[in-house]
């Protein structure tokens, strides 16, 4: 069954705490985005990767580290320095520079205990 | 910077009744213009796009319309029906990212 794998689909952190979002794809795909959803709101932008061991800056990435070690895992960390973690962040991965279309997977909720 | 501007936030429809959410964007070397649905606690789901070379197209009950002079772009959807009832987004490609619009909450009633 191929596609985007995000787990936890809950996940709860406490204060000064830091917690790993994983993200799995068995797509082949070379690049791989995280995104933070806010009640209400439209999608932002935190870190992405185009190849393996390389990852840029979105536009909120403050509070946040990533990791590209393999082609299929695109891990997020969202660190104590993140104040307001509680969101919904996605997972996206895109086949290649050259196709521009990007899949997203279901989605992990944080919350703040 | 890039951005892109998406209305109404909000729509409510009667079942069988057709729906239109707008976009406007400012980048003007963007060339490519997916549109996504979003059920309630799920991922976005790509449903249709269009690129820059094309001023419309359709797929069963959903068409997009680009209108590259005036930098819009548009989602019809006829015949609506409640499992159409969602999230909708736009966005537009930029540099290898996709920039999204602040959603549209589609309400059809039965």
């Known amino acids: 069954d191929g596609g985007i794998t995000q787990s936890p689909k809950y996940l709860f952190r406490k204060e000064g705490q830091n917690v790993t979002l994983s993200c799995e794809q068995n797509?082949?795909?070379?690049?791989m985005y995280w995104y933070r959803q806010d009640p209400g709101q439209g999608l932002r932008l935190i870190y992405y990767?185009?190849?393996?061991?390389?990852?840029q800056k979105g536009d909120i990435a403050e509070g946040y580290s990533v990791s590209r070690e393999k082609k299929e895992s695109f891990p997020l960390t969202v660190t104590s320095a993140q104040k307001n973690p509680t969101a919904f962040y996605l997972c996206?991965?895109?086949?290649?520079?050259?196709?521009?279309?990007?899949?997203f997977g279901a989605g992990t909720r944080l919350s703040v205990l | 910077g890039e951005n892109v501007e998406q209305h109404p936030s909000t729509l409510s429809v009667q079942e069988g009744d057709s729906a239109v959410i707008k976009c406007t964007y400012s980048?003007?070397?963007?060339?490519?213009f997916p549109w996504y649905k979003q059920e309630l606690g799920k991922g976005p789901q790509l449903i249709i796009d269009?690129?820059?070379?094309?001023g419309e197209k359709k797929d069963q009950r959903i068409a997009v319309t680009l209108n590259k002079t005036a930098k819009h772009f548009s989602l019809h959807i006829t015949e609506t029906q409640p499992e159409d009832s969602a999230v909708y987004f736009c966005?537009?490609?930029?540099?290898?990212?996709?920039?999204f619009g602040s959603g549209t909450r589609l309400l059809v009633r039965p």
């Open positions: 966005s537009m490609d930029s540099s290898y990212k996709l920039i």
């Open positions: 996206a991965s895109r086949p290649n520079l050259a196709k521009n279309i990007q899949y």
């Open positions: 980048d003007s070397a963007s060339n490519y």
């Open positions: 797509l082949n795909h070379d690049a």
């Open positions: 269009i690129r820059s070379n094309v």
């Open positions: 990767s185009q190849i393996v061991n390389d990852f």
